[in-house]
Nanobody, 124 residues
Framework: QVHLVESGGGLVQAGGSLRLSCAAS????????MGWFRQAPGKERELVTA????????YYADSVKGRFTISRDNAKNTVYLQMNSLKPEDTAVYYC?????????????????WGQGTQVTVSS
């Protein structure tokens, strides 16, 4: 079992930045691939970015390439999402997820554990 807790969400103006954190507890964090997903009102949950177990492989949705950066610190059992140049369309609840395959998967079905989410609101 892996327990995930997101933090760092909030309200920011367009063009601003936020850094989300996801702290993990439980089984070996370093074995898990990690993903950040988001869900806006009335829309399906979508993958934002993912990182493999070592941090050596990452995946980004086209909509966030060049603006968002995922990273992880296995010594601290934490994964981060640095979000720059935020846009109103980035407004959503952001969730982190852990996948036992260890890969940076874009498939939500490959993630076994999910956090409760943190709200990010970008005002225009």
């Amino acid at each position: 079992q892996v327990h995930l807790v997101e933090s760092g969400g909030g309200l920011v103006q367009a063009g601003g930045s936020l850094r989300l954190s996801c702290a993990a507890s439980g089984r070996t964090f370093s074995a898990y691939g990690m993903g950040w997903f988001r869900q806006a009102p009335g829309k399906e949950r979508e993958l934002v970015t993912a990182i493999n177990w070592s941090g050596g492989n990452t995946y980004y949705a086209d909509s966030v390439k060049g603006r968002f950066t995922i990273s992880r610190d296995n010594a601290k059992n934490t994964v981060y999402l640095q979000m720059n140049s935020l846009k109103p369309e980035d407004t959503a609840v952001y969730y982190c997820a852990a996948g036992g395959s260890g890969s940076a998967s874009s498939n939500p079905w490959r993630y076994d554990y999910w956090g409760q989410g943190t709200q990010v609101t970008v005002s225009s």
